[in-house]
C-alpha cells in the first residue's frame, strides 16, 4: 500500500488541481441558418456544413415514395 513520505499542503494539492477545471464550449453561428452549432460539425438544424448540404432532413424527404 502506498503511504506518503512527507504531507502535501493544500497549496499544493490546489496547484495541481488548477489545471482541472471545466471549459465552457464554443458554438459557432451557422453560415445558412443561423442557429448555434459545434465548430467542425454538421448543422444539427439544418444539416449543412461547409456551405453544402451533407444530411437531408426528415421534413424533406417524402418517407412513403422512397419506401414504395
Do not use: F, W
Not at 19 to 38: I, M, Q, T, Y
Not at 47 to 60: I, K, L, S, T
Amino acid at each position: 500500500m502506498a503511504v506518503q513520505q512527507n504531507k502535501v499542503s493544500k497549496s499544493r494539492r490546489n496547484m495541481r488541481r488548477a489545471h482541472d477545471a471545466l471549459v465552457a464550449a464554443n458554438p459557432n453561428e451557422c453560415p445558412s441558418c443561423g442557429e448555434l452549432k459545434r465548430p467542425h460539425h454538421v448543422c444539427p438544424s439544418c444539416g449543412h456544413y461547409a456551405d453544402r448540404e451533407v444530411v437531408a432532413q426528415a421534413n424533406e424527404i417524402d418517407l412513403e415514395d422512397d419506401a414504395a
